[in-house]
């Protein structure tokens, strides 16, 4: 028998090289053993994680490093420099291009990617997870996702949202019942869902669904394609909307926002030690009086 949570590939947005991202790896592998992960980020680090990951505690699952700058020039004809002249920073609020740039490649992986599991799972390259939770869900057979924020970072994040979503798609965006966001930094994506909102976004906009998403930067601070996706399929796929709520799961992790102070407490606890899932696991437990479910170290400094 088919094991379905297994036979999900991973697809995983990194910005840049950095001393967590094999932890958030073998996280991955330990928990679900996917046959195949699939690491998007720049070229330069690409080449070096072709070497470094030799290393690491992989098991059976292959890996493969995608350089984002090419990413899109199959099938549409684009580099990462062409999708850029899209991009408008208008001032200190705005979040970089990088950052827009990898939600356009999480929604195209199962058209740039060939042989991409349907459904695949996208995570964040920050994200930790320390306790498992089935993605497949075998007493219901259904994929679930767990929703893992407890509320956006402020009013003006959220108002941005939800904007830009109503600009694009022309639906006001949904939340989760009782509490939590639909920004749980991991996804489950169905191909027909996500084929059906670019048809969607493209007969709407009346042009290519990677400009119409890009040019919102010029009107709006943010935009969530986790809100989009999963207020999309609210209206049209509610049967493929399913999750865990934020008390089972998002309610026992811990999200860090600024990670100096943690990354030097992890250094300081591996000198003796290479950081991979297993010394970290050591860390969590020596440095938390509750298990944990999930760590999320944002902005890491890279290698």
Not at 73 to 94: C, H, P, R
Not at 222 to 240: G, Q, W
């Amino acid at each position: 028998m088919v094991d379905l949570e297994s036979a999900l590939d991973f697809v995983v947005p990194l910005h840049k090289n950095n001393i967590i991202i094999r932890v958030t790896i073998e996280s991955i592998i330990s928990n679900y053993k996917p046959k195949n992960i699939y690491v998007i980020t720049n070229k330069e680090d690409s080449e070096n994680l072709e070497k470094e990951y030799l290393y690491w505690n992989i098991d059976n699952t292959k890996i493969f490093f995608i350089n984002e700058d090419e990413y899109f020039i199959t099938n549409y004809g684009l580099t990462k420099s062409d999708i850029e002249k899209w991009y408008t920073w208008k001032d200190e609020k705005s979040r970089e291009y990088g950052w827009w740039y990898q939600q356009i490649i999480k929604m195209a992986a199962f058209i740039q990617i060939k042989n991409l599991s349907d459904p695949y799972v996208v995570w964040d390259s920050d994200l930790i997870l320390l306790q498992k939770w089935d993605l497949y869900d075998k007493t219901t057979n259904n994929y679930k996702f767990a929703i893992l924020q407890e509320s956006a970072k402020n009013e003006f994040n959220q108002t941005e949202y939800a904007n830009s979503t109503y600009k694009l798609i022309e639906m006001n965006t949904i939340e989760p019942p009782n509490s939590g966001t639909f920004v749980p930094h991991h996804f489950i994506m169905h191909h027909n869902v996500l084929d059906n909102l670019i048809k969607h976004i493209e007969n709407k906009s009346k042009q290519n669904w990677i400009k119409t998403i890009m040019i919102l930067s010029n009107t709006y601070y943010r935009f969530s394609e986790y809100k989009c996706i999963a207020t999309f399929m609210n209206y049209y796929y509610p049967e493929l909307l399913l999750f865990y709520p934020f008390d089972e799961y998002g309610k026992k992790g811990i999200r860090y926002r600024e990670s100096n102070e943690l990354i030097k407490k992890i250094d300081a606890f591996c000198l003796d030690n290479e950081l991979n899932y297993e010394t970290f696991k050591i860390f969590i437990k020596d440095n938390y009086q509750e298990p944990l479910s999930y760590i999320q170290i944002e902005h890491v400094l890279h290698k």
